[in-house]
């Protein structure tokens, strides 16, 4: 043999190796469902995983999966981000079937924030070690919270704070966000949160701002109650361009017989800040009853100056009993009326406050003092138009989130329903509208890298389900029963659920931001 030809065989050889390499092996291959990246258009095509790690996602992938899951005829997406939670209790439950979260998995939701409405705790670094202690079985991020910031330093005190006490307030945000959380939220409708001034709130954002955080808001008035929906929308955009830091509005409405139909307005405002150059977000639950307390949909402000001691005082006191009683009245016409108030826990769960009033022979105010008096059960608020719900749905820059809390259906059902009722039913938005606010919107709108798509890299947070029975099964009656429709869940690449089943595999992880570098002790 020439030297010649040996050469051509030899790089005839090479080449060939070059050009049909063996096939990968991965842990697993998800074959020939649709698949929405979050990014971009469907397709029907394969995600590959390795360990915790999308390794190629593409059309008829040259992989072989050590386990392969069929996916055709299902739709293939990033694992769902939920923006808006009450679910830190169960996260650090001591019952491990509690902190597998299964209202979430089974909608295929494999990150949740806690922390929201002001309420994370100012010890970051000790709730995100939670995770680290007892295995959860979803991903989570928290926030550092107005609530029990200003707790800390004035109790439950309506004043302003000093100086020395406002510095050591900002010394609590600066602090939680040096541990990881994700940014500073505010519930200004709730006490003592509402006894804080704008001029306070835009000092705390402040630090939130200088280490790369995020303002995340329950505005002051959703309604009518105080400063108003326009003019509280109007102050959660002055925080975030006066500290400087991206504004995400907590579960966006139009909530009361006051302010229905006023979400186009509000949508105009929102929109403006944005083109002048503003981050302005929200988020949203696709339900028309909001869920809240008795307390906090009743009773005014002034009347929770103190805690709940100094309520049932002024409920005896004849000097502000009169006061009170009219006061709650117009705040139940604001939310409809009695019948539009029910029930969700307590003693008299499953029941409207107008049908408690009438068991009791009573008027509605009177039926909600006595009750009160007991204890403040959760209610369901039914205060919103389905115009308003789609007006805000159909923008771009809202994502989908559940304000999850016990007694109302959103916990188990809000994904869900959102593809059920709004995407397959009433054509509000798309599918792939769908998926992407309810994944890469969310990551890109808090930071969260290498989450909320599908593609090479990335952690392998991963849904399959069923386009034709992912839908929501939890109602005002019964609002714990799981979400049907969902085929598999990866969390971390390790499969959550498996044909529609729990594995009772817990591979959530705590998701911590890093600062920027030279903003930290």
């Known amino acids: 043999m020439t030297r010649r030809r040996a050469a051509l065989l030899l790089a005839a050889a090479l080449f060939s190796v070059s050009a049909t390499p063996p096939p990968a092996s991965v842990d697993l291959l998800i074959r020939g469902g649709t698949v929405f990246s979050g990014d971009g258009p469907g397709f029907v095509g394969d995600v590959a995983v ?11 992938l040259a992989v072989a999966g050590r386990r392969v899951l069929d996916a055709r005829g299902m739709i293939v997406a990033p694992g769902f981000i939920d923006p808006h939670t009450h679910a830190g209790e169960q996260l650090r439950s001591p019952e491990a079937e509690a902190r597998l979260m299964s209202a979430f ?104 701002a200088l280490r790369g955080g995020v303002y995340d808001t329950h505005i002051r008035d959703e309604s009518s109650y105080s400063v108003g929906l326009a003019a509280a929308v109007d102050e959660a955009i002055e925080v975030g361009r006066r500290a400087g830091l991206p504004v995400n509005i907590s579960h966006i409405k139009a909530l009361g017989v006051d302010v229905l139909g006023q979400a186009p307005a509000i949508i105009a405002r929102i ?12 988020d949203q639950y696709p339900w028309s009853a909001s869920g809240t307390t008795l307390v906090a949909a009743l ?64 008027d509605a105010v009177a039926a909600a003092q006595a009750v009160i008096r007991r204890h403040d059960p959760p209610v369901a608020s039914f205060n919103q138009t389905e115009g308003d719900i789609a007006a805000f749905m159909r923008r771009p820059w809202v994502m989908t989130g559940s304000d ?45 890298a290498d989450r909320g798509r599908l593609r090479p ?43 529609g089943a729990l594995t009772g595999a817990a591979a959530g992880r705590a998701l911590a931001r890093t600062p920027p570098k030279g903003t930290c002790p």
């Open 50 to 60: 390795d360990g915790d790690r999308i390794h190629a996602v593409g059309r008829r």
């Open 105 to 208: 998995l089974m909608q295929g939701v494999t990150t949740a924030f806690i922390g929201n409405d002001g309420r994370g705790a100012p010890d970051a670094a000790d709730v995100l070690a939670g995770a680290g202690r007892r295995p959860v079985g979803i991903n989570y991020a928290t926030f550092v919270g107005l609530d029990p910031v200003r707790r800390q330093v004035l109790g439950e005190a309506d004043r302003a704070p000093t100086a020395a006490e406002l510095q050591r307030m900002k010394a609590l945000v600066a602090g939680a966000m040096c541990q990881g959380a994700l940014g500073f939220s505010t519930g200004l409708f709730y006490p003592p949160q509402s006894f804080a001034g704008t001029e306070e709130v835009v000092e705390l954002a402040r630090e939130a």
């Open 271 to 282: 929109e403006a800040a944005r083109r002048a150059g503003q981050r302005v977000t929200a």
């Open 299 to 362: 009773v005014p402000a002034w009347a929770l100056d103190g805690g709940r001691a100094a309520l049932l005082r002024r409920l005896d006191d004849p000097s502000a009993a009169a006061r009170l009683r009219g006061e709650m009245a117009e705040n139940l016409r604001r939310r409809g009326g009695a019948g539009a108030l029910l029930l969700t826990g307590g003693d008299h769960r499953g029941r409207t406050l107008a049908e408690v009033a009438a068991d009791g022979g009573q």
């Open 404 to 448: 999850a809390s016990a007694g109302h259906p959103r916990a188990f059902g809000s994904f869900a329903r959102k593809y059920r009722e709004y995407v397959v039913r009433r054509k509000v938005i798309t599918l792939r509208a769908f998926v992407e606010r309810s994944s890469s919107l969310t990551a890109d709108t808090f930071g969260l």
């Open 457 to 499: 890299g990335a952690i392998a947070d991963i849904l399959v389900f069923d386009p034709r029975r992912y839908a929501e099964r939890a109602t005002y009656e019964q609002p714990t029963l799981h979400a049907e429709g969902v085929r598999a869940v990866l969390v971390n690449g390790v499969l959550a659920v498996e044909n």
